[in-house]
């Protein structure tokens, strides 16, 4: 992929659009047995390791618009893998909990999607992943600074 001026930042931005959108499908692929996606299995992961959130942080945290949030609460409610609850700290709102069904396919879809993303990942030594995941935890830290 080259670019007219050959700047190599542009070029490294369409490799990381072309990265996310094939890690991406592989992701969604392999978690369509648990008739989940990315953004159900971000929320999930979200609400197992930091506990009760409103919507509105969760839509923070994981970069979501509103409207595609309150889809996917939508659906994981539906599934019986979260609810939501009045927020004990401010009763005027809700906070979103994973149920115990929630962790359980959370698990398996975590399973899952490790799999997929592995394979993904076959070109790389153990070394070079774990240089990859420090590079791109740096980049995103400093994103989220930007914003």
């Known amino acids: 992929m080259t670019e007219p001026?050959?700047?190599?930042?542009?070029?490294?931005?369409?490799?990381?659009?072309l990265a996310h959108r094939y890690a991406r499908a592989a992701a969604n692929h392999a978690l369509r047995k648990?008739?989940?996606?990315?953004?159900?299995?971000?929320?999930?992961?979200?609400?197992?390791?930091d506990g009760p959130t409103s919507q509105r942080m969760l839509v923070d945290r994981l970069q979501m618009d509103k409207s595609s949030?309150?889809?996917?609460?939508?659906?994981?409610?539906?599934?019986?893998?979260?609810?939501?609850?009045?927020?004990?700290?401010?009763?005027?709102?809700?906070a979103v909990h994973i149920t115990a069904k929630g962790r359980e396919r959370l698990a398996a879809a975590m399973e899952t999607t490790g799999d997929a993303m592995?394979?993904?990942l076959v070109?790389?030594?153990?070394?070079?992943?774990?240089?990859?995941?420090?590079?791109?935890?740096?980049?995103?830290?400093?994103?989220?600074?930007?914003?």
């Open 34 to 49: 648990y008739q989940l996606d990315l953004r159900h299995l971000g929320v999930l992961g979200y609400l197992a390791e």
């Open 69 to 94: 949030m309150v889809y996917v609460i939508d659906e994981l409610e539906r599934q019986g893998l979260a609810d939501r609850r009045k927020d004990e700290r401010d009763r005027r709102s809700y």
């Open 118 to 120: 592995a394979e993904l």
């Open 123 to 147: 070109p790389f030594s153990v070394a070079e992943q774990r240089h990859l995941h420090e590079l791109l935890a740096r980049f995103i830290q400093h994103a989220e600074q930007l914003s």
């Open 5 to 17: 001026d050959g700047r190599l930042e542009v070029r490294l931005g369409g490799q990381l659009y």
